[in-house]
């Protein structure tokens, strides 16, 4: 049975763990000729193995047939496969992940995974549960519905591939729809057993790196926000052990990890309602950063706790400073991520506090112009649901 399949919104996709993108690539007469469709495995190292049929796909070992031989390849060696015709519906999978459009992404790859089970193309089919899966989690935001969605279509692919290559990522990923949706026991559960398991089966530090950042974003959940500093900063230690076996994606997506524990630790002194301390940290690190997508979320920080400090009153200096300050972080943020659609929010409602009495008469449409972006392109960003409620105001 299928899992249920939101229907389709808009939004940008956030930067999150991938092991490698699957591209399509056109198939070489001689493979048609032969029946059998051949792929390519892309080594981490850039090397390709042309013209091979994948037999299965593991988390440990990747078994496949070239030139009539079968052969094995360590799965921690692999970057991902670039798929030979794969159905077109894994092309408009790709093209609405591309727009932001996470539940249509998920609709075209399940219809993906079922023509590929038609073909007898066991991997490939794989690889699309998965997908449908993950374009779920990315598009779920805070919302429970979603992440409910979301967790039965990873679940789908556990139970269809319980030693598959996917697995570390669609575990972790479904240990995010449990927290998202409530479920904090289940939620710990989880990310023991995934720790368990990586350590057993030798997954790498990245892996550790990525199960601490959602151990740490759990416990801020749960408003523990004094581990939860601990536990960011700890991900900050795991990364950079991670970095010195990193390479290419693997050390970008672990770079874009450690921003984002850094940043959450300052967030955790928000969460406390401590301003002050949120203000010195962010401001400390906007200052000291040179990286300009963690200036611009320490920007966008120390806005947010001049917002909350205000506590909802006109008060125009502090407001007018955070603006300022708003604007700046979008202009830095080259990432274009949950830092751009933080900013925006917090701009319309800096709009809507001041009112007419500080702004034009138009500032209710701009208040609004600003909410309808970051759903529109950041619908998957943790803003999302927030701007959506101000909208039905």
């Not at 029946?35 to 070992?61: H, Q």
């Not at 967790?151 to 290559?165: I, N, S």
């Amino acid at each position: 049975m299928r899992p249920t399949i939101l229907s389709s919104k808009s939004g940008r996709l956030p930067l999150i763990t991938t092991i490698g993108v699957a591209m399509a690539t056109f198939a070489a007469p001689a493979a048609r000729a032969q029946g059998a469709v051949k792929d390519t495995l892309v080594k981490r190292s850039g090397e390709r193995l042309r013209a091979v049929e994948i037999l299965e796909l593991g988390v440990e070992t990747i078994k496949f047939r070239r030139a009539g031989a079968e052969a094995t390849l360590p799965a921690s060696q692999l970057a991902h496969v670039e798929w030979t015709e794969p159905p077109d519906s894994f092309d408009l999978g790709r093209g609405a992940l591309d727009k932001g459009e996470s539940e249509a992404a998920a609709n075209f790859f399940q219809e993906a995974a079922t023509k590929a089970a038609e073909g007898g193309r066991k991997a490939l089919e794989l690889e699309c549960k998965f997908l449908a899966g993950r374009a779920l989690a990315f598009g779920m935001g805070e919302d429970t519905n979603r992440a409910s969605a979301a967790k039965a279509a990873l679940q789908a692919y556990l139970d269809a591939a319980a030693t598959g290559f996917r697995v570390p990522e669609a575990r972790l990923l479904h240990a995010r729809t449990l927290r998202v949706g409530g479920d904090a026991a289940a939620t710990e559960a989880a990310l023991k057993s995934f720790e368990e398991d990586g350590l057993k089966q030798g997954w790498g530090l990245g892996w550790d790196a990525r199960a601490k950042l959602e151990r740490a974003q759990l416990l801020l959940r749960q408003n523990k926000t004094a581990e939860a500093r601990t536990t960011f900063q700890g991900v900050r230690s795991a990364v950079d052990a991670a970095m010195g076996s990193a390479q290419g994606n693997d050390a970008t997506e672990l770079e874009a990890l450690k921003m984002l524990a850094v940043v959450s630790e300052g967030e955790t002194y928000l969460r406390e309602a401590k301003l002050a301390d949120a203000k010195k940290y962010f401001a400390q690190l906007a200052s000291t950063s040179q990286a300009n997508p963690v200036r611009a979320a320490a920007l966008a920080g120390e806005a947010h706790a001049l917002v909350l400090g205000t506590a909802g009153k006109v008060e125009v200096k502090p407001l007018r400073e955070a603006q300022q300050k708003l604007a700046e972080s979008i202009l830095l943020d080259t990432a274009n991520g949950d830092t751009t659609a933080k900013a925006l929010f917090l701009q319309g409602k800096i709009l809507t506090t001041l009112g007419a009495q500080h702004e034009a008469d138009n500032f209710k449409q701009r208040a609004r112009d600003y909410f309808e972006t970051v759903v529109k392109y950041y619908g998957t960003s943790t803003w999302a649901s927030e701007a959506r409620l101000e909208l039905t105001k």
